[in-house]
């Protein structure tokens, strides 16, 4: 269960899972059937192309997203339970969430996206 883990972690990390993905796309979207020189090719300008992808910034993005999901989860848990309880301190968790998303989640997590993904597309539009 542990190698299974680590092994997910790996392939978050790992470039052989993206390039599979994007050619298996590509091959529906287009219906090429590659050669294997193609392909490599194809696999290494994508790795030039995708090199500023560092796993810092895939690992930066995951953690501001479970911070996120945490987040919501507990503020969806005190609406549910607040209501059903009647339990008005428990429906001001939920609030208090809400207003932590408000101030000061939700600006900072769409920096880190937009950064995320916003140096790939500019990276493509130059090439």
Avoid: C
Wanted: no cysteine; charged share 20%; hydrophobic share 55%.
């Amino acid at each position: 269960e542990m190698a299974g883990m680590i092994a997910f972690i790996k392939s978050l990390f790992g470039m052989d899972a993206v390039v599979n993905t994007a050619t298996k796309i590509i091959d529906k979207i287009a219906g090429t059937d590659w050669t294997a020189k193609e392909k490599a090719d194809w696999i290494l300008k994508y790795q030039e192309a995708t090199k500023h992808q560092s796993p810092a910034r895939r690992f930066i993005a995951m953690l501001v997203t479970f911070i996120w999901s945490i987040i919501v989860m507990v503020m969806i848990v005190s609406y549910i339970a607040g209501n059903l309880t009647g339990y008005p301190e428990v429906l001001m968790i939920a609030k208090d969430m809400k207003m932590v998303m408000k101030h000061l989640i939700l600006e900072p997590f769409n920096y880190i996206i937009m950064f995320y993904f916003a140096l790939g597309a500019i990276n493509s539009i130059k090439k």
